[in-house]
């Protein structure tokens, strides 16, 4: 079973809209951490936001939140009022491991969702 | 803001051919990875690095390939003899795990194996 699902390959927002890209995790540790990354047509793996298993508050960082659902076990991220350079695959990734403390954190990546903003 | 830096950012070699990918890793971390991104797939862990020796790794990561930390500040991947399905992205990554959670990406080496 896929431990990272995105069901959307590709989505399509309106600039100055709202978007949000799904996605759901599968896992038994009951503490884990949820990422997203944004990666540019230039490649590199951008961090936006991070939410722990045990965070009570939905993240948020500036246009980005996270929309963590625990019990449907999904975190979709929310970016709100889109700009053309948001334009780029965003990849939605899970750490396991922290409940002993022997896990050695590494992530695990979803097939991305590519976003695109039109003027 | 600390940052990874990765070198090369492309190297094309010849199949069969040793290829060496450099990491230089912030400098408080302790955690280190490589990841390969195949074009257009998602990004795949390869394996990790902490306290001077292999944590985990992926099946992906067989005996082609090795890491070592040769001189306390870079982090390298070698590629024994490399095979066309190697051409990937490589990236490094590192975390320090103290409450922090980010996993800091190098901005990758484009491998082409021709």
């Known amino acids: 079973a896929q431990k990272i699902t995105q069901t959307q390959p590709g989505m399509f927002v309106q600039e100055k809209e709202a978007v949000t890209l799904d996605c759901t995790y599968d896992?038994?540790?009951?503490?884990?951490?949820l990422f997203w990354y944004k990666q540019p047509s230039s490649g590199e793996m951008i961090f936006l936001i991070y939410?722990?298993?045990?965070?009570?508050q939905n993240a948020t960082e500036g246009r980005y939140s996270l929309n963590f659902q625990k019990a449907r076990k999904s975190a979709n991220l929310v970016i709100s009022a889109s700009q053309l350079g948001d334009s780029a695959m965003y990849f939605c990734?899970?750490?396991?491991?922290?409940?002993?403390?022997?896990?050695?954190?590494?992530?695990?990546f979803g097939k991305g969702t590519k976003l695109s903003v039109i003027p | 803001e600390p940052e990874v830096t990765q070198t090369p950012s492309h190297q094309v070699t010849q199949m069969g051919q040793e290829v060496i990918l450099r990491c230089v890793p912030i400098?408080?971390?302790?955690?280190f990875y490589w990841y390969r991104q195949i074009l257009g797939q998602k990004v795949e862990f390869l394996v990790s690095?902490?306290?001077?020796?292999?944590?985990?790794k992926s099946e992906i990561f067989d005996d082609q390939f090795s890491v070592e930390r040769p001189d306390g500040s870079n982090f390298t991947l070698k590629i024994r003899s490399t095979k066309l399905e190697d051409s990937a992205m490589y990236f490094c990554?590192?975390?320090?795990?103290?409450?922090?959670?980010?996993?800091?990406f190098g901005p990758g080496t484009r491998l082409t194996v021709t």
């Open positions: 990734a899970m750490r396991e491991g922290e409940d002993s403390g022997a896990g050695s954190y590494q992530l695990t």
């Open positions: 896992t038994s540790d009951q503490s884990y951490g």
């Open positions: 939410q722990g298993s045990y965070d009570e």
């Open positions: 400098s408080n971390h302790l955690y």
């Open positions: 690095f902490y306290n001077n020796e292999i944590s985990e």
């Open positions: 990554a590192t975390t320090w795990i103290d409450g922090v959670y980010e996993q800091y």
